[in-house]
């Protein structure tokens, strides 16, 4: 398949689940199940797909960072179990490391809560030419630290600056900070891998029934459940508030993880063909040069 044909067939995929518009938006519109014309007999077309697409984005990243202009930034926000990790892995896994960095947020040390709350990931921005991942994110500020305001206490704010317009405040100051980053040449995408709460409660049941998977579980995760429908709410105020043209959310269905996969990598792919890719042309002096070590090549031994 051509690259043209690829990047045609990762827009149409990752299209329905782009949110650009967040006032019409509402969580329940998508379903975590779907999976649009794939059944499930279908797995092995869309790992094959998977695939295709791996391999056109590591040809889009080699030009990326080569022409050394653009960076990208891919955010990844989620429930517990849905799959970031797994997302990240394989969507990523043909791109060169030279040119991608995945950086984890997690609970904020007391060196990040002496700043203000996008400081930490400010330090961690994707050079030009490189691929940024965000393994969490600043989006937390939103979320975690909404669904327990416990959290906001202990963030130093002076107590006159916490008032009841706070997240709308947050949103408001993201919403700039994209678009601040977008005028200077960040791509921004981001993830929300949406699992529905009966398959996140079947991926922990795995963990615990399966040895290999017991480290991988939490009883924090679990306490977090508890509190899903107030991340759910959050969720979608964050999607409403913060899905613009410059850094859209994409939705995507997290129930069957061959699929998650088959979207982030079209949308990530639809992303990168939007910017103008191509090798640096050498000029006319550059070619001179190299006709010359050519010529120095071959006289020497
Ligand atoms: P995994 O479990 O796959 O290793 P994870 O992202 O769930 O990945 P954990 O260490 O389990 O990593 O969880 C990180 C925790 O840090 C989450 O509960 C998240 O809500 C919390 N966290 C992240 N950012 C903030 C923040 N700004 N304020 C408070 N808590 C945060
Ligand atoms: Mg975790």
């Known amino acids: 398949m051509k690259l043209k044909e690829i990047i045609k067939a990762a827009h149409k995929f990752s299209k329905p689940f782009r949110i650009t518009d967040g006032d019409k938006f509402r ?8 999976t649009l014309e794939y059944g499930s ?3 092995p077309r869309a790992e094959q797909a998977l695939q295709t697409g791996i391999e056109a984005l590591a040809e889009l990243q080699d030009m990326l960072y080569a022409q050394d202009k653009w960076a990208v930034l891919l955010i990844f926000q989620a429930m517990d179990a ?14 060169n ?4 960095q995945v950086y984890s947020f997690k609970a904020p040390t007391s060196e990040d809560l002496d700043h203000d709350f996008l400081w930490r990931c400010m330090k961690c921005l994707p050079e030009r030419g490189r691929i940024g991942i965000f393994n969490r994110s600043y989006y937390e500020e939103t979320l975690v630290v909404r669904v327990h305001e416990e959290l906001l206490e202990k963030q130093k704010l002076p107590p ?18 994209e678009r601040y980053l977008s005028r200077n040449g960040v791509l921004i995408r981001k993830f929300f891998l949406h699992v529905s709460k009966g398959e996140q409660k079947k991926r922990f049941m795995e963990r615990i ?13 679990c306490r977090e459940r508890g509190f ?3 991340y759910q709410d959050a969720y979608e105020d964050m999607i409403r508030q913060t899905s613009t043209d410059a850094a859209p959310w994409y939705v995507v269905p997290a129930d069957n993880k061959w699929f998650t996969r ?3 990598a079209g949308a990530v792919i639809d992303g990168l063909a939007s910017l103008d890719l191509h090798y640096p042309k050498v000029g006319a002096a550059e070619l001179k040069l190299l006709a010359e070590a050519k010529k120095t090549l071959n006289g020497g031994k």
């Not at 990790?85 to 043909?94: L, P």
């Not at 706070?166 to 900070?177: G, L, M, Q, S, Y």
């Not at 029934?209 to 995760?221: G, I, L, M, R």
């Open 82 to 95: 849905a799959g970031k990790d797994g997302a990240i892995k394989h969507v990523m896994s043909g791109v």
């Open 262 to 264: 088959l979207v982030v």
């Open 209 to 221: 029934d399966n040895p290999e998977k017991n480290w991988k579980f939490s009883s924090a995760d």
């Open 27 to 34: 969580l329940k519109d998508i379903d975590p199940g779907d």
């Open 97 to 100: 490391p030279q040119g991608c």
């Open 228 to 230: 899903w429908n107030e």
């Open 41 to 43: 007999e279908d797995k």
């Open 160 to 177: 006159k600056l916490v008032t009841k317009d706070i997240w709308k405040e947050r949103f408001h100051d993201i919403r700039a900070f």
